[in-house]
């Protein structure tokens, strides 16, 4: 088993940033593939972006250029750099990590993490 938690939320003005933090523990602390999804009330969970155990990053198109993700091997810990938040940023904001170096689906994939974590609010207002 992978635990997350996500921290870092919180309620910021449009034009803001935040920072999340995902912790990752348990069975391995090195996950394949770690990323981020967010949840918007009455709307389906969307991917936001995730980052590859080389590397590799990867974000959805309404984020690029505004978020950054990154991670950190020595705490096993990735972050979300969020700037320039806008109100339809606002959402329950997931960690997700996934340990195979293989899958049928895409990292852009909820299918593709096999572990989540409990989700932390983010709440921009205008």
């Known amino acids: 088993q992978v635990q997350l938690v996500e921290s870092g939320g919180g309620l910021v003005q449009a034009g803001g940033s935040l920072r999340l933090s995902c912790a990752a523990s348990g069975r391995t602390n090195n996950p394949y593939v770690m990323g981020w999804f967010r949840q918007a009330p009455e709307k389906e969970r969307e991917f936001v972006s995730s980052?590859?155990?080389?590397?590799?990053?990867f974000y959805a198109d309404s984020v690029k250029g505004r978020f950054t993700v990154s991670k950190d091997n020595a705490k096993n810990t990735v972050y979300l750099q969020m700037n320039s938040l806008k109100p339809e940023d606002t959402a329950v904001y997931y960690c997700a990590a996934d340990l195979e170096a293989y899958s049928h689906y895409t990292y852009y994939s909820t299918e593709r993490f096999r572990y989540w974590g409990q989700g932390t609010q983010v709440t921009i207002s205008s």
């Open positions: 980052i590859v155990r080389y590397d590799d990053t």
